[in-house]
């Protein structure tokens, strides 16, 4: 028994039509009649013929279809940050619009088997963040002479970038606080490395990821002074570690907790709780993100509202102009603040608030 995968000329022998009018069945790009369709439609589920094959159509455009998405931190992570996926959501819409698809890479796999930025095949690369650490592998990249897109980080010269205001947007934040009287504020930053341990920073700390370096630069710009705690991540898990250790004092509790994400502001809140403190009464508490969190009601936390599917959209529109040829230019997205019920004028005199026994 043969086990030649059947063709395109296979099926429209089948069907009595020319190999063009099949194959515009399969590719949508020129209208055919319903009934030569069906006829088509039906003669391939008899050969068992599933599509065009891809590999075959890849070779003749002289392209795989894939863009490379490169992370620093384990997939898994990705995963779960509601941001990175609202943002693959737009770069898979951005890139689909030219057929391509996505293949999510670490930037360092430890497994010798496991795609690399030098081995996977991908017409154009997206770094997540680009830090210190994906700056490294960049030239692996431009070697391979593809298109790069960096995505909140910078690549260097030449290489289109898709920004948030991240410092005038936590500067807003920061600037609200003051607004309602706080000058008593801790700041809650994200990573200030790709090997951040969790713990209390000094002034003067090297910050060594992008994203983080602005938002703290925006809270800074108000509150020069904050105390600051780095988190290990982006995870409600950090954001409560962080609140254990900020509330670890009950003689001073600060009026105002300014987190650098949304899970992060979670966590804080719930430590808070934990803690006996009422949000806003005794402590207030912004985020950054505007996405969906457990524990915490849709709208409830005052944050900085990104455009995470734009960022992805963007992303993928600069891929497709590079993959045709054109210049794509850098962008950079605006955040919305969003007041919420987590922020409130500090209570009058307190440091160190009465917490029910």
Not at 76 to 86: C, E, G, T, W, Y
Not at 295 to 301: D, N, Q, R, V
Not at 314 to 329: F, N, S
Request: aromatic share 4%.
């Amino acid at each position: 028994m043969s086990t030649r995968r059947p063709t395109i000329a296979d099926v429209a022998r089948e069907a009595g039509v020319a190999p063009s009018t099949a194959s515009v069945v399969f590719s949508g790009k020129t209208p055919v009649s319903a009934s030569t369709q069906a006829r088509v439609r039906a003669a391939a589920d008899a050969l068992g013929y599933a599509g065009p094959d891809p590999l075959a159509a890849s070779l003749r455009r002289g392209r795989s279809g894939i863009v490379g998405v490169v992370f620093e931190e384990h997939l898994r992570s990705v995963f779960s940050d509601p941001v990175k996926i609202l943002t693959m959501d737009g770069l898979a819409d951005g890139v689909g619009e030219v057929g391509a698809g996505l293949l999510l890479l670490r930037d360092h796999d430890p497994a010798e088997t496991a795609p690399t930025l030098t081995t996977a095949p991908m017409d154009a690369a997206v770094l997540i963040g680009c830090s210190p650490l994906l700056r490294e592998s960049l030239e692996a990249v431009r070697a391979r002479g593809i298109p790069v897109v960096v995505i909140e980080g910078d690549a260097g010269e030449g290489v289109p970038r898709i920004l948030l205001d991240n410092r005038e947007a936590q500067r807003r934040a920061a600037t609200h606080l003051h607004a309602l009287g706080h000058t008593d504020v801790v700041i809650v930053t994200l990573p200030l490395a790709s090997d951040t341990r969790a713990g209390w920073i000094s002034v003067d700390a090297e910050v060594r990821i992008d994203v983080t370096r602005e938002r703290l630069a925006g809270a800074r710009d108000v509150f020069p002074d904050a105390p600051t705690y780095a988190a290990g991540g982006s995870f409600i898990d950090e954001g409560f570690a962080a609140g254990r250790s900020i509330f670890a004092d009950e003689s001073h509790v600060p009026t105002a907790i300014i987190a650098q994400s949304d899970l992060l502001a979670a966590g804080i809140v719930h430590a808070a709780r934990e803690a006996g403190l009422r949000v806003p009464e005794d402590v207030s508490v912004t985020g950054f993100d505007g996405v969906e969190v457990d524990g915490i009601a849709p709208a409830e936390l005052a944050t900085l509202v990104q455009p995470a599917v734009d960022k992805g959209r963007a992303a993928g529109r600069a891929v497709t102009a590079m993959l045709d040829g054109r210049a794509a230019d850098s962008v950079t997205l605006a955040c919305e603040f969003r007041e919420g019920n987590t922020t409130a004028p500090p209570r009058r005199g307190a440091r160190g608030v009465h917490r029910p026994g």
